[in-house]
């Protein structure tokens, strides 16, 4: 295993209800089923034990893994440690909502060892509470993020959404402030997107919800880049900010530059030797292909260089870090440069991206357009 | 001895032409109801679907007539369209008579009366039939009067037909050989046919249509053609039912087919007259006329590597379709193409379809231009029609223009707009007459390039349907022309550069950078579009720059999501032009070539 090591990712489908935005592998389920899903992923678990992956991360995401009892969480971290090879070091995250963020949960997450606690506060603005359809309120979000404070996780992150219709730069300001107010060492700011198949696909469908125009989502990307990064909150990924590197979500980056992942649960995509492989999305088949005592993998890809080149410049665009041309061509043999080289002057000039040291920086303007920018490389 | 009627039917679009002869196939049992499909005779498609029929058509019946004789009807199909009207003389030529055919509710049309005259020009007998008689919005009454005011026709033995129910269908087969008189049957003379048609099938060549005025042709025979003055060898002659059916020999007065091992329609010249090599008669048939192209355009495939199928898919239309011509051109925004002379719009619109749609060729076009004279001070005569080669203005002593003469049928309420459309098309002389009470014939002498640009299209919408435009070539006549071009981001777009008139270039060029802004996506940087006469500018739009187009999220199971979004842009982005850096996809061409709705 020379391989830098890998990432678990940990799905947990569950919430309370079903906001009207997602479009995530969720559903609603009482303590019964949530007892039945951990006992099917602790035998996922099983069916992976001793997989050829050494993991230093280890993330709950959903869905709302707070949803599950803390015993429940510990217990499939007890079943990860002990079938799967972990890092002395192993970074635990956990996503939960407000709502279930109690004095006495917080604390018990930290007990069993969860280090960066991500609380989806989503707004702090009790319109844009409702407007997004959440349980808790501002406050809640408020208490939630003081306990978690108190209870000294490594890192207490929160979750914003933005580009509501009809937010302008100043609202959007406003909350920025009040979630730097609230002391977090990480933010993540996502940009409202309407998907198919959500309660606002179907209202956008309709004529009575509107994205917000791309201009206006840009002049709140930018704000939120400008102004976090001068309160100290350097951005990091299009949608990722923190208080210093050591608080960057060092699961995450294993998504954007190939390191293998290992994901387990629903709808979990895994990664490793090329390969992407992903899980069946509804809870149930999953669980039957578990009961067959098979691995409840529901289709793969093996992916070529030039895929594998295209998803690097896709995500590595989106990062601050940019793409390491150097590191493409040792990997996969692709010299991005010389089959660009008119392209990267032209995106140079425009101000987009800079060429910094054998890597391709993207600029903020470049960061807002990374998804264009990656779609015009040629790829030999 | 002669039992041989050859006749067409003339008529306006929409009349009933096809379902007509669909009828008399029917009643003489020249297909049975299995394999009879609604208007035999348009073959194609796109002439089924626009009710209008190009290539022309012909057919032999066998009726057996009230007086027990069985007679052989030669229906010779005439296209019904102005941009065909060489092929329409053809066709006349080849007949002893024609039926007029009338729409019962719409009466006299522009295209009957200018289809009457040519009738008359090849002293065709003439059998008025007034169909659609079970409409109930049907006059016949009001048509009659039309007919003899409009016409100078004899309107009392018109006979009453109803095409798609049938009606009245027994009568017009009695009249037609009744009325229509024979062909003259002089077999002695030396041989003249008149090749009428001409299509190419795969397996046996170039199929001749003709029609024998005299003398005999037969297989084995050497044939001449007396204006290209080849010769051939007659492998097959034959009459020209649903499939063709040979026979030893075509004597005069008959219709059929000649098969002589010709490689393509290109070598014949439909028109020309048919003669044996070793006994030729003193003069060819009289009446050819060439069929000139007015219109051109480029075409260019729109993924360059279809190139290769392009030619492939010209050289075989143009083996049925000898009025399109076309010779290569290239574009530095396009690559290589053809510039292709067209007989009108219509046709070109027809060509565009098959290529598409028979060919499955993705397509641009070039603004359609008409052919201009362009005179240098140093004396010589330029004939210019592609953008690329108009010269240098300062050596340019005189520019003219083709002129239409161009004739509107319709109701009297519209004449207000209908000549405020023609003034505003710098047409000259409009005049008006009337045809019958509320109903009026406008002719106007207009630049055939204002008629290129949605003048049907205004027409049609000014006159809410009822007004019918028809036109023939009149002259050149001197005119200020200037060069427009687009620039996208500084670069010009050499397809899109036109010829126009100087007092309409600045509305043109707006609308094209317009057009274009509208069309092309925004990018990640600003896109300027811009008008310009030479080095100047003359009208100017921008697409702002894209300012955000990144997506929220990009984890585990959205990489492969959003790494196959990213494949299938990059796939459409080959079926994009780039031009100053500018990706332009092909439905920005379309939207601004397209010439509905020009300023």
Known sequence: ?380 | MSETRNFCIIAHIDHGKSTLADRLIQHCGGVDARSFRDQILDSMDIERERGITIKSNTITLDYTAADGRTYQLNLIDTPGHVDFSHEVRRSLMSCEGAILLIDASQGVEAQTVANLYLALEYELELLIVINKIDLPSADVERVRQEIEADLGLDPSDAVLVSAKEGTGIPDLLEAIVRKLPPPALDREAPTRAMLFDALYDPYRGVVLYCRVKEGVIRAGQTMRLMHSAKEHHIEEVGQLRLKRVPTAELGAGSVGYVLAGIKTVRDVEVGDTLTDAERPAAEPLPGYKEAKPVVFSSLYPMATDEYPELVKALEKLVLNDASLTYEKDSSTALGHGFRCGFLGLLHLDVVQERLTREYDLSLLLSAPSVRYRITLHNGTVQWVDNPSYYPDPSVIARTEEPYIKGSVMMPERYIGPVMELCRERRGENIEFHYLAVGRVELTAELPLAEVLFDFYDRLKSITQGYGSFDYAMLDYRETDVVKIDILVNTEPVDALSQLTHRDKARARALHYCERLAEAIPRHQFKVAIQGAIGGKIIARTNIQALRKDVTAKCYGGDITRKRKLLEKQKEGKKRMKTIGAVEIPQSAFVAVLKTDTDS
């Not at chain 1, 009809?166 to 940009?191: F, K, M, N, T, V």
């Not at chain 1, 992916?303 to 390491?324: I, K, P, W």
Request: proline share 4%; with cysteine.
């Open chain 1, 1 to 380: 295993m020379s391989e830098a090591a890998a990432g678990l990712y940990l799905h947990v489908p569950f919430c309370a209800r079903v906001c009207p935005y997602c479009d995530f592998a969720v559903r609603t389920g009482d303590a019964a089923r949530r007892a039945r899903y951990v006992e099917h992923l602790l035998a996922e678990i099983e069916l992976y034990a001793g997989y050829p992956l050494r993991f230093d991360t280890i993330y709950f995401g959903g869905g709302t893994p707070s949803s599950l009892a803390v015993e429940e969480l510990a217990r499939i971290l007890e079943t990860v440690r002990g079938r799967l090879a972990c890092a002395e070091r192993c970074w635990v995250f956990l996503e939960a909502n407000p709502e279930d963020a109690s004095r006495e949960a917080v604390a018990a997450w930290r007990r069993i060892g969860v280090d960066t606690l991500s609380l989806g506060v989503q707004s702090l603005d009790p319109a844009g509470l409702a407007f997004l359809g959440r349980r808790h309120g501002v406050d809640d979000a408020r208490r939630a993020v003081e306990w978690a404070r108190e209870a000294a996780f490594q890192t207490v992150s929160i979750d914003l959404i933005y580009g509501l219709p009809g937010q302008r730069p100043e609202d959007w300001r406003r909350e920025l402030d009040r979630a730097l107010a609230l002391g977090p060492q990480h933010i993540s700011c996502y940009q409202l997107t309407i998907h198919e198949g959500t309660r606002f696909g179907l209202l956008e469908r309709r004529g009575r919800l509107t994205q917000l125009p791309s201009d206006e989502q840009g002049e709140l990307f930018r704000l939120a880049h400008r102004h976090l990064g001068a309160a100290g909150f350097a951005g990091y990924e299009a949608s990722q900010f923190a208080a210093g590197p050591e608080h960057r979500s060092r699961h995450n980056l294993k998504y954007w530059d190939h390191t293998p992942y290992l994901g387990l649960g629903p709808a979990a995509h895994s990664f490793h030797d090329e390969r992407r492989w992903w899980n069946l999305r509804r809870t149930d088949p999953w669980q039957e292909r578990i009961e067959h005592g098979e691995r409840p993998v529901e289709g793969e890809e093996t992916l070529e260089a030039r895929a594998l080149v295209l998803e690097s410049l896709m995500t590595g665009l989106r990062t601050y870090a940019g793409v390491d041309l150097g590191r493409i061509r040792a990997r996969w043999g692709v010299d991005l440069l010389s089959a660009n080289g008119s392209l990267i002057d032209r995106l140079a000039a425009a101000g987009l991206v800079e060429l910094d040291d054998g890597r391709l920086v993207p600029t903020l303007d470049g960061l807002a357009v990374a998804d264009g920018l990656a779609a015009q490389f040629d790829l030999p």
